[in-house]
């Protein structure tokens, strides 16, 4: 029996980082509970990470599996009756089986029962000093399907490997863009909505700290948090340019040094582009529909920003800023 539940601790475990490197970050969670279904049994889960309050769980980010957002709103209604969420908060590093027959309240035993989440376990790890916890609960729908002592022992056990194959995915995902990105020497940060850090390097908290005050290194700093926004995807600072956007519950961000070609505004950009790929002052008067004297003029001060009179030395400056 003891060989038998290493055995499928160790096949669980080679999923996890088998996932973690062939799947696409987007995918990759999916595929990992798809994967723990094999040596755990489960129909829904619920993945995510948030601080924990006097209240309940204020979430960050939120991964649902085989479930809906209709349970998460049921869920807000009735967050602050879990006892079963503050007994493991109680803990840095818990996981704890759940019936729903064992609910305290009616109210959230209503839930349980709507949503079938009739047995249960959740396991997660806190951040005493932030409060900031990443979890994982999974559920069954049966009735009969008890989770049993081995269950809680092992998803115990699995739990870091979850985490830590997460974080690989998301780290390859970078390394991904980064090297996409490389001419353009970008650093890339993984952030949730409230500026929690998933991933960073060192160049990127380096280049951050250049412009923006921050004491926290698990954290963007407060400036960044409150400057970005779905309409506002740039923030330029002194020695620094951030570019940021959302996917779902993740802000992606990269940061690189000011150069030269930032000093161009959008058209004057677009027009330097355009000489570089060899048009015509005429060419780009046409496409653009503006006279050549304007063009003309714009050329000038494109060239007198940047310092060069060349369109060698122009094509040059402005990969930099791609």
């Not at 570089?276 to 000038?300: N, Y």
């Amino acid at each position: 029996m003891i060989g038998d539940r290493f055995s499928k601790f160790n096949r669980a475990v080679f999923s996890l980082y088998e996932a973690a490197h062939v799947m696409p970050m987007a995918s990759f969670q999916d595929a990992a509970l798809n994967g723990l279904k094999d040596t755990l049994p489960f129909d829904s889960s619920m993945w995510g990470s948030a601080t924990m309050t006097d209240q309940g769980i204020d979430i960050h980010t939120l991964h649902l599996h085989n479930t809906s957002m209709q349970m998460i709103d049921d869920y807000q209604k009735v967050k602050h009756l879990d006892h079963f969420a503050h007994e493991i908060a109680r803990h840095d590093q818990k996981t704890i089986s759940f019936s729903a027959d064992r609910a305290l309240v009616g109210d959230f035993q209503n839930f349980l029962f709507k949503h079938k989440h009739f047995h249960g376990l959740i396991t997660q790890h806190l951040q005493p000093e932030t409060r900031f916890v990443q979890w994982l609960s999974l559920f069954r729908h049966d009735a009969q399907h008890l989770c049993t002592d081995d269950d809680v022992a092992f998803l115990d056990l699995l739990f870091p490997h979850v985490m830590q194959a997460l974080a690989i995915s998301r780290k390859i995902h970078m390394t991904r863009l980064a090297d996409e990105g490389r001419h353009a020497l970008w650093a890339h940060a993984i952030a949730d909505r409230h500026g929690f850090l998933y991933y960073a390097d060192d160049v990127f908290l380096g280049l951050i700290a250049q412009d923006y005050v921050n004491s926290q290194n698990d954290r963007l700093p407060n400036s960044v948090i409150h400057a970005i926004s779905p309409q506002s995807t740039k923030l330029v600072g002194p020695h620094t340019l951030l570019a940021t956007r959302w996917e779902k519950d993740f802000l992606f961000l990269k940061i690189r040094p000011k150069v030269l070609a930032d000093q161009l505004n959008e058209r004057e950009f677009t027009i330097a582009k355009m000489l570089s790929d060899g048009l015509t002052v005429k060419d780009i008067a046409d496409q653009l529909h503006r006279s050549p004297d304007t063009i003309r003029t714009q050329s000038k001060t494109i060239y007198k920003k940047l310092g060069v009179n060349k369109v060698t030395q122009l094509a040059l400056l402005l990969t930099q800023r791609d």
